[in-house]
């Protein structure tokens, strides 16, 4: 992971063309939510989606909200990529 939250940030950016506004403003909105509700996942899938102009087809976004629910989620960032496919 990088240990330098500006990089880190200019990462995200670059790949997904969401400021470091938009990402915190998300992660707020949702550090309080409930991940295993399907509704849950699923708004927050595609307000992401919608934000970086990307459409998430219904196999892709099943996948993501099961990965989700079931707390079966990789966590690096480069997992995460490839999952979400940000490249």
Do not use: C
Not at 5 to 21: L, Q, R, S
Not at 33 to 41: E, I, P
Request: glycine share 2%.
């Amino acid at each position: 992971m990088n240990d330098n939250p500006k990089g880190f940030f200019d990462n995200v950016e670059k790949k997904t063309n969401i400021n470091k506004t938009e990402i915190l403003k998300i992660a707020d909105s949702v550090k309080d939510a409930n991940f295993k509700d399907d509704a849950t996942v699923r708004k927050l899938v595609r307000q992401i989606a919608q934000m970086t102009g990307r459409h998430v087809p219904k196999e892709k976004e099943d996948k993501i909200v099961q990965a989700v629910i079931t707390n079966n989620m990789p966590l690096d960032f480069q997992s995460l990529t490839n999952m979400f496919k940000l490249k």
